[in-house]
């Protein structure tokens, strides 16, 4: 089980690399020409239609991972077609009709909302995602339920990523106008569903039929309440995030807005490859529950928490080493953000210290436990950043990221240890832990220090490598526990 683990999230992780990549270099390109200003304005619209998706997609992606994987283990294959064809009718049903509210509606959330008109037309625009992304978020699911994450990768990432990134090259080489950006991402959007649609093969299960369609599920009551639980977490998880970013967007200028968001676009890169295990785990977790084999569960829980730090531990570090260069890229209005980034990346590492906690809560019968914590941190989110934003602005929302991630991930590990009994970190972890927070600081006071292209080289490398030599009898473990138990 651990090979399998690691062999799909090495898939997933080259697309998130290959994505962040050919991303970074657009995104670079694309506030250099549209500005910060502008920018913000797109980030304003995408945060506005990802809230309007998550309201409307009733935790159905989520029930999908959860009972699919069971499903398929159990070779209850009427149960499985049931469960799709039923999800993708409804998913279909909210997203064109929340499209359509949202687009009706644009001018008003803009005039009276967000106070400003010029939103009007990146709302409308940006409806349009809304049935895209809840299809996308439908087939991803189950693709992840039958382990399939190398389809995802070339058809969801490489594909869409390559394509959106010539056309963006293509249109801004001759246009300033943020508007654009918003059509080229709908259409590298649709291409991906398509493709992913296409090339869906398994003899068993179908994604739609319209007999299955019309057929009930003896389990019906069991997946309506796992249901309305993740609904409430998918919809608390991200007002805790939209909550910051709604105050930030009627208090703060559409520039600080911009800045923010390529803040947390670099900081984010230090959760690449948790998301990437989380996709593979995910379905584990499941059947690994199901079975209550709670013993190769722990085993992958911690090892796979370790491999995560030492892998992304590093790069946090060379990144906030060259911190002030990377901003530099962006233009000079984003030089002066380091210490933001630095706390941001905190933040992250926070959520990375502990693994996929996340996961194993909402896969592992404590989505109600997440729920009260979901709820919390809404609140503490909303009262803190009512207080602080007008007062201390950009870097009061990179200290309410901070303090949200350290309480959420902190009381996920209370809970995973009172159900299970098993715990994230060993003796090594402890010592990567302490070294993380100690090298961190060493790396913002050399922030600012001028480096010759040869040092960009060779430092990463230079911190990689010492690293993997000061921990090698632990990887070597974990190598022999991949090779060993998995045959």
């Known amino acids: 089980m651990l090979k399998t683990l690691f062999t799909q999230t090495s898939?997933?992780?080259?697309?998130?690399?290959?994505?962040?990549?050919?991303?970074?270099?657009?995104?670079?390109?694309?506030?250099?020409?549209?500005?910060?200003?502008?920018?913000?304005?797109?980030?304003?619209?995408?945060?506005?239609?990802?809230?309007?998706?998550?309201?409307?997609?009733?935790?159905?992606?989520?029930?999908?991972?959860?009972?699919?994987?069971?499903?398929?283990?159990?070779?209850?294959?009427?149960?499985?077609?049931?469960?799709?064809?039923?999800?993708?009718?409804?998913?279909?049903?909210?997203?064109?009709?929340?499209?359509?509210?949202?687009?009706l509606l644009s001018s008003l959330v803009a005039t009276y909302i967000f106070k400003n008109s010029d939103l009007s037309l990146i709302i409308m625009i940006s409806a349009l995602y809304i049935p895209l992304s809840l299809y996308s978020a439908y087939i991803t699911s189950v693709y992840r339920s039958l382990l399939k994450i190398k389809e995802i990768i070339m058809y969801g990432t490489i594909y869409m990523v390559t394509f959106r990134a010539v056309l963006t090259f293509a249109v801004y080489s001759f246009s300033s106008n943020i508007i654009y950006f918003l059509w080229i991402e709908l259409i590298s959007m649709l291409l991906s569903i398509t493709l992913l649609t296409y090339k869906f093969q398994n003899n068993k299960l179908k994604l739609y039929s319209w007999e299955y369609a019309k057929e009930n599920l003896l389990e019906a009551k069991e997946i309506y309440l796992y249901a309305k639980t993740m609904y409430a977490n998918s919809v608390l998880g991200f007002a805790s995030g939209y909550t910051l970013m709604?105050?930030?967007?009627?208090?703060?200028?559409?520039?600080?807005?911009?800045?923010?968001?390529?803040?947390?676009?670099?900081?984010?890169?230090?959760?690449?490859?948790?998301?990437?295990?989380?996709?593979v785990f995910a379905p584990i977790i499941s059947s690994l529950v199901s079975k209550k084999d709670y013993t190769q569960l722990s085993m992958l829980y911690r090892e796979s928490t370790f491999l995560l730090n030492i892998i992304t531990i590093p790069f946090i570090l060379i990144v906030v080493l060259f911190s002030k260069d990377i901003l530099m890229l962006y233009g000079e209005e984003f030089s002066g953000y380091t210490l933001e980034l630095t706390v941001l990346f905190l933040a992250n590492y926070f959520s990375l210290m502990v693994g996929s906690s996340g996961m194993m809560m909402v896969m592992g019968g404590l989505e109600k436990e997440q729920l009260y914590l979901q709820v919390m941190q809404v609140i503490i989110t909303i009262i803190v950043s009512i207080v602080f934003l007008p007062i201390y602005g950009l870097m009061a929302a990179v200290l309410i990221r901070l303090l949200n991630m350290f309480f959420i991930n902190q009381m996920e590990i209370y809970f995973i240890r009172k159900k299970f009994s098993i715990w994230p970190w060993d003796k090594s972890s402890y010592f990567l832990i302490l070294s993380f927070f100690t090298l961190l600081y060493v790396s913002y006071t050399l922030h600012k220090t001028q480096f010759s292209l040869l040092e960009y080289i060779l430092l990463p490398i230079s911190v990689y490598a010492i690293f993997f030599t000061v921990f090698h009898k632990k990887l070597i473990t974990i190598k022999q526990l991949i090779q060993n138990k998995d045959h």
């Open 246 to 279: 709604f105050i930030m967007s009627i208090t703060l200028p559409a520039s600080s807005i911009g800045v923010f968001a390529i803040l947390m676009t670099l900081a984010g890169l230090t959760n690449f490859l948790q998301a990437n295990i989380n996709r």
């Open 11 to 103: 898939w997933s992780l080259l697309g998130t690399v290959f994505g962040f990549v050919v991303g970074f270099f657009v995104k670079m390109f694309l506030v250099n020409k549209v500005g910060a200003s502008d920018f913000g304005l797109y980030t304003i619209g995408q945060s506005l239609q990802s809230a309007v998706s998550t309201m409307v997609a009733l935790g159905i992606p989520a029930v999908i991972l959860k009972f699919l994987p069971k499903y398929l283990t159990h070779e209850e294959i009427t149960k499985a077609n049931i469960l799709t064809s039923k999800s993708l009718t409804l998913l279909l049903f909210v997203g064109i009709i929340s499209c359509m509210g949202t687009m």
